[in-house]
Each structure stands twice: as structure tokens, then as C-alpha cells.
């Protein structure tokens, strides 16, 4: 009967251990971030870009997690040739105004 009881035990510990494995990982801030091609970008967030930064030709787009959120950082160039980024959320949501 000992036996029976010890056997249950370890097998539920084995059980818990790997439990929490079935879940899908949450990101890190070191995960990489990936470049996208402009038209992988959602419309929502190519449209806040726009907004925020009118008159740049958005060229380059990348994604990646900060803080737990999914964070679409659009760049591209002004009519003066300098470049210009934006940080924005899958939700179309400005993060990081740009610095003036």
C-alpha cells in the first residue's frame, strides 16, 4: 500500500513538472526581432505610422515583443533624407512617439 501511495506521488510530481510545458511560451525581451516586408504589416499599423509621421516613406518594418506586447516598429525616409521610426502595437496603438 506504501508503495501504491509512493508511486501516485512521484507520478504526480513528474506530471506537475511538465505541466507547465504545455502552454505556449511567453516571449522574452531577448527574443530577436523579425523583419517584416511592408505588406505583412497590418493596415492598423501601417495607418498610426502614417499618422504620426506624415510625409515618410515607410521602407523597412520589424516586430518583436517588449513587455509582453507584440511592437511593430515601422521606419522609413522624409523628403530630407532623414530616417524616421515608429513604434506601434498590433492594436494600432502609438508607443514611442518620435523624438523632436
Known amino acids: 500500500m ?3 501511495v509512493r508511486i501516485l506521488v512521484a507520478g504526480l510530481v513528474v506530471a ?3 505541466s507547465s510545458g504545455c502552454a505556449a511560451p511567453k516571449p522574452t ?3 530577436a526581432e523579425e ?3 511592408l505588406d505583412a504589416v497590418p493596415a492598423g499599423v501601417m495607418e498610426a ?3 504620426q509621421q506624415p510625409g515618410v516613406e515607410f521602407q ?3 516586430k518583436g515583443w517588449q513587455d509582453g506586447v507584440l511592437i511593430y516598429k515601422v521606419q522609413g ?3 530630407e533624407g532623414m530616417i524616421h521610426e515608429v513604434q ?3 492594436a494600432g496603438e502609438v508607443v514611442a512617439p518620435p523624438a523632436k
Open 2 to 4: 506504501i508503495r501504491s
Open 16 to 18: 506537475l513538472s511538465f
Open 29 to 31: 525581451e531577448s527574443a
Open 35 to 37: 523583419k517584416l516586408a
Open 49 to 51: 505610422a502614417k499618422k
Open 60 to 62: 523597412w518594418a520589424t
Open 77 to 79: 525616409e522624409s523628403g
Open 88 to 90: 506601434v502595437t498590433a
